[in-house]
Structures are given as C-alpha cells and as structure tokens.
C-alpha cells in the first residue's frame, strides 16, 4: 500500500515529442504528488508537483495530470528537449513534509 | 541558489567499519532527511528529522543508524557497522518548513567492502 508503480521504465523520445510517464498509487492517503528529475551524480531536484485537489497543473512545457479516482498520475513533457535526458522520478507522501514514497524511475533520452 | 552539500562524495569503507556521512542543509531550512538509493533501485526513505530529534523514520532505520545534528548547520548519518548492503548513494534533503519540498542534497557514493 505505501508503493507508487512508476511505468515506463525506460523512454526515448525524439526531440520536439512529448514524453509521457506515469504513476499509480494504492494509498489514499497520500495527498501530495512530486516528480523530481535527476541527471547522473546529481540528487534529485523537484521538478513539479501537484496536490489532489486540482487534476492538471503545468510549469512551462512539464504537465502534470492527476486522476484521484484511477489513483494515477503522469508527467507530460512537450517538445522534448536533449537536455532533458535524465531520471525522472515520481513521488508521494501524506503531507509534503514527511517521508517520500518514491517510484523506481524512468531513464528518458531524447534523441537529436 | 542556496542548495544542499554533502561530504564525502565518496567513501569506501570496510564491512563492520563505522561511517558518518555529513550533511550541511540549506540555511534557513527546519526539517532534515535521509534517503538511500542502492545502485538501479529507487530512492528510499530512512529518517527525518525536526527540532533535534527524529519525527519519522523507516523500517530501514535500524539500531546500526543514527542521526544528528552536533551543530547549526551539519546534519550527519552514522551507520555503526557496516554491512555489505549498506552499500548505496545517501542523499540528505532538507526543508524550509513541514508543508514545502524537500530540497536533496548530490549525495554521498557509500561502497562496503
């Protein structure tokens, strides 16, 4: 119940696609919804998040959906770019503040 | 941009060795974490951390572990004897307040001999 299933787990997107990658969680609980985006020897850096109250919230070419009654929710990147080639990494906790249940991550590369 | 830093990037050390992995969080932040992440695996969660003393930790966080912080501004993780699974990026985060995103740290590459 505390798992969040993170699917695909490897994407290659040409540059100018739209990268999709999605998420499932069991608890119903968890009311906050974060991906983060790490390149290689880096830590993870928030990318976006979203709360359940709201089903889209979007920053720039990241999207986030949320589906509260699917229990799913998925990270849009439009036109695609190299330099986003990274992990990508979706997240949830009952509060924002505690522990981050994370998924296992998506390598994405976009080629040029 | 206030960030995260954490020493050592690497370490090496021997099974049954005690290590301390040190952490300076941002500034201002209240709230402390430790995350591992074992080679091609997710990152999971160990322990939090909030006005000197543990709020949350996981069942990972054994009695071979322990947070501190000696000072204003370090924030460490010791693991008493290591084992050979201990082996893994440990990332410390940090937060601003309860409610706000945890800011991570670029790790610190621990491989148990």
């Known amino acids: 119940q505390q798992q969040v299933k993170q699917s695909p787990q490897s994407l290659i997107v040409q540059k100018g696609g739209i990268s999709i990658i999605n998420c499932a969680y069991e608890?119903?609980?968890?009311?906050?919804f974060p991906w983060y985006q790490q390149f290689p020897g880096k830590g993870p850096a928030l990318l976006i998040a979203?709360?359940?109250?709201?089903s889209e919230k979007k920053e720039g070419r990241f999207t986030i959906s949320f589906n509260k009654s699917a229990k799913q929710f998925s990270l849009h990147i439009m036109d695609s770019q190299p330099g986003d080639s990274a992990t990508y990494f979706c997240a949830a906790s009952n509060q924002a503040g505690t522990a981050l249940i994370f998924g296992k991550g998506t390598t994405l590369s976009v080629s040029s | 941009e206030p960030e995260v830093t954490q020493t050592p990037s690497h370490q090496v050390t021997q099974m049954g060795q005690e290590v301390i992995l040190r952490c300076v969080p941002i500034?201002?932040?209240?709230?402390f974490y430790w995350y591992r992440q074992i080679l091609g695996q997710k990152v999971e969660f160990l322990v939090s951390f909030y006005n000197n003393e543990i709020s949350e930790k996981s069942e990972i966080f054994d009695d071979q572990f322990s947070v501190e912080r000696p000072d204003g501004s370090n924030f460490t993780l010791k693991i008493r004897s290591t084992k050979l699974e201990d082996s893994a990026m440990y990332f410390c985060?940090?937060?601003?307040?309860?409610?706000?995103?945890?800011?991570f740290g670029p790790g610190t590459r621990l491989l148990v001999l």
């Open positions: 979203i709360r359940p109250d709201v």
């Open positions: 500034s201002n932040h209240l709230y």
């Open positions: 985060a940090s937060s601003r307040d309860f409610s706000e995103t945890q800011y």
């Open positions: 608890n119903t609980a968890f009311d906050y």
